[in-house]
T-cell receptor, first 109, second 118 residues
Framework: RKEVEQDPGPFNVPEGATVAFNCTYS??????FFWYRQDCRKEPKLLMS???SGNEDGRFTAQLNRASQYISLLIRDSKLSDSATYLC??????????FGAGTRLAVHP | GAGVSQSPSNKVTEKGKDVELRCDPI?????LYWYRQSLGQGLEFLIY????????KSGLPSDRFSAERTGGSVSTLTIQRTQQEDSAVYLC????????????????FGPGTRLTVL
C-alpha cells in the first residue's frame, strides 16, 4: 500500500463547477500536509498548506482530518486554468515530503 | 529572483553509461532535495542535504546512485551504469532551512532533467 493514496482521475468538469479531491495517508506520525499543483511537463508548485482547522485561499479550501488520516481539496467555480494534476503531499518529518501520484483535473468550456 | 535551475533539461544516454545531473538551488537556501518522477507516478524522494550535516540518502534506489553538494550550494546527482528503469524526470528542490521534525519550509522545485536511457 502506498503511503499517500489519491484517486488518479481524471476529473472532467465544466467551467464553474465545484470539484473535490480526497487523499489518505498511512503514517499517523505525519506532521504537516500540503497540496501541490503540477502542470503538464512542469515542476510541482505549492498550492496551499492544509491545517486541521481547515483553510481557504480564494476558490480553494483544504481540510485535514487527523483521526481519519484524510486530506481534502475543494475547488469552487472551476476555471480552465485550474486544469492540472493536484498532488497530495505529506511531511514525514525533517522536511522529507512524501507525494501522492496525483489527481488529474480537466476543466472544459 | 532566480529560482532553482537544473541542467541539462534533457539527457538521452545509452544503457551502461554514467550520467551527471546538476542542480543550482536558490541562493541562500541551505536545504536541497533530489526526487525522481517516473511516468504517471508521484515524486519519489532520493536524497536530502541540509547545511553541513551528513546527507539523508535513505531514498537512493541502489548504490549506482550518488550525490554530492559542494560548498553548500550546487549539487550533482550521479547515476552509474544507467539502466532503462532509471528513465524518469529528476527534480531538485531547495528550501530555506529545516530545523527539525516539526519545521517545514516551502520547497521550490527546479524544472527537472528528463533522463532517457536507451
Amino acid at each position: 500500500r502506498k503511503e499517500v493514496e489519491q484517486d488518479p482521475g481524471p476529473f472532467n468538469v465544466p467551467e464553474g463547477a465545484t470539484v473535490a479531491f480526497n487523499c489518505t495517508y498511512s503514517n499517523s506520525a505525519s506532521q504537516s500536509f500540503f497540496w501541490y499543483r503540477q502542470d503538464c511537463r512542469k515542476e510541482p508548485k505549492l498550492l496551499m498548506s492544509v491545517y486541521s482547522s481547515g483553510n481557504e485561499d480564494g476558490r480553494f479550501t483544504a481540510q485535514l482530518n487527523r483521526a481519519s488520516q484524510y486530506i481534502s481539496l475543494l475547488i469552487r467555480d472551476s476555471k480552465l486554468s485550474d486544469s492540472a494534476t493536484y498532488l497530495c503531499v505529506v511531511n514525514r518529518g525533517y522536511n522529507k515530503l512524501i507525494f501522492g501520484a496525483g489527481t488529474r483535473l480537466a476543466v472544459h468550456p | 529572483g532566480a529560482g532553482v535551475s537544473q541542467s541539462p533539461s534533457n539527457k538521452v544516454t545509452e544503457k551502461g553509461k554514467d550520467v551527471e545531473l546538476r542542480c543550482d538551488p536558490i541562493s541562500g537556501h541551505t536545504a536541497l532535495y533530489w526526487y525522481r518522477q517516473s511516468l504517471g507516478q508521484g515524486l519519489e524522494f532520493l536524497i536530502y542535504f541540509q547545511g553541513n550535516s551528513a546527507p539523508d540518502k535513505s531514498g537512493l534506489p541502489s548504490d549506482r546512485f550518488s550525490a554530492e553538494r559542494t560548498g553548500g550550494s550546487v549539487s550533482t546527482l550521479t547515476i552509474q551504469r544507467t539502466q532503462q528503469e532509471d528513465s524518469a524526470v529528476y527534480l531538485c528542490a531547495s528550501s530555506t532551512r529545516t530545523s527539525g521534525g516539526s519545521s517545514t519550509d516551502t520547497q521550490y522545485f527546479g524544472p527537472g532533467t528528463r533522463l532517457t536511457v536507451l
